[in-house]
């Protein structure tokens, strides 16, 4: 089936009881069991499955070109739970523009427990491949980063990490760009994660996340921390998830349709020193964007000229843009990276541009969002 029919139908059939055509809500902890540890389909406790979690997972996982999805109560949780796959002493070599929440996970909780990371910049696969060592177990890429939206070669940094005589595991997160625009798994990629609360979802109101795999091991490893560790999502999470996919595809392309829209404008606007875009004419990594993704989403990376304060000035004028965290709704967002999402980098290697200013551009009519941002910028 094409990705348009796979969104509304993938892991969800018509209830066989009574032939509910939208998968139901099963609220329950628990299943009634036919004898002694005899569960019915393996169902026995919500936390290690639940039928509604498991349509969710089947239908990802059928999106990403994956055979299993492991969900989980937040993007942040399946990261966590990925990186439990490593053990002390193990090193990850991760990109050097990342989300702010990954960032701090690594960073600030998971190098207590021994584990060593390295931030290197994953857009020179020359440099992935200097930087891998003998102790390298996995390597963490964002494409496009959070927030400069930034495009890895994933099948050339594929073909590198694979070569290493370690093996490691490439994992992608995958949320900026979807898997309307881009399969890492078929470009060489282990695992695929993504923040379901953002473009998955799509409607700004769910928390979830879930790692996608093709190998049976490998998820098995997975599925056994899911249970273990506990993080999962509720009925109604999932449900909601598997109601915003059914239209993600049409989503994402008024999404990148506004945000090409908006990127041309603001290339033009003399308070801007820079555009960040995948499929702006200006992008550095431009020809590698349209070589491994149908457009270039939704997502736009500003520079203010005059800095932080005219950032802030500017963020807070949008009346249609909602000054707020998170991405990937239907409505326009806007934040200042440096003070919201990304805080926690101030004073790292990686910490953002204090004037940088980042949009989710939302499916309104983009003249209506072109006038909203060509009036705040006059304040900025």
């Keep these: 089936m094409k990705f348009e029919t796979l969104t509304i139908h993938a892991g969800q059939e018509p209830d066989p009881k009574n032939g509910a055509v939208m998968t139901p809500i099963y609220q329950t902890s628990t299943f009634a069991q036919d004898g002694v540890g005899k569960a019915r389909d393996g169902y026995e406790y919500a936390r290690t499955k639940n039928p509604t979690r498991l349509a969710l997972e089947n239908c990802v996982a059928a999106l990403e070109g994956g055979q299993l999805g492991i969900a ?4 942040l949780a399946a990261t966590d739970t990925v990186l439990r796959l490593m053990s002390s002493g193990d090193h990850v070599l991760a990109g050097d523009d990342v989300y702010g929440g990954t960032f701090r996970l690594f960073d600030k909780v998971l190098r207590r427990f021994g584990l060593d990371f390295d931030f290197v910049d994953t857009t020179d696969p020359e440099s992935v491949a200097d930087s891998l060592t003998p102790s390298t177990r ?15 070669d994933i099948r050339a940094v594929a073909e590198i990490v694979h070569a290493h005589k370690n093996h490691p595991l490439l994992v992608v997160d995958n949320t900026f760009a979807t898997p309307y625009n881009q399969r890492p798994l078929e470009l060489g990629a282990d695992i695929v994660v ?26 098995e490893r997975l599925a056994f921390l899911q249970n273990a560790v506990g993080a999962v999502p509720g009925p109604m999470d999932c449900f909601l998830v598997l109601r915003g996919l059914k239209t993600l595809h049409i ?18 606007h003399p308070k801007v020193a820079k555009v960040m875009y995948p499929f702006h004419e200006s992008h550095p990594q431009i020809k590698v964007a349209k070589k491994q ?4 989403s939704g997502m736009i990376s500003i520079i203010i000229k005059d800095g932080r304060d005219a950032a802030v000035r500017f963020a807070e004028a949008t009346k249609i843009f909602t000054l707020a965290e998170s991405l990937g709704g239907v409505e326009s967002l806007i934040e200042v990276p440096a003070a919201m999402t990304h805080l926690s980098t101030a004073g790292s290697q990686i910490a953002v541009d204090p004037g940088l200013v980042r949009l989710s551009v939302g499916i309104e009519h983009k003249d209506d969002l072109l006038e909203d941002v060509e009036a705040a910028l006059k304040k900025a």
């Design 194 to 219: 993504h923040s379901m609360t953002k473009y998955l979802g799509g409607h700004s109101d769910v928390v979830g996340g879930i790692a996608i795999v093709k190998d049976k091991l490998l998820y």
């Design 293 to 296: 993704m149908r457009s270039g």
């Design 251 to 268: 989503r994402m392309e008024r999404h990148a349709e506004n945000a090409i829209a908006l990127a041309d404008y603001l290339s033009k």
């Design 72 to 75: 989980f109560s937040s993007g």
């Design 138 to 152: 996995m390597v963490w890429l964002e494409t496009p980063t959070n927030p400069l939206l930034s495009i890895t």
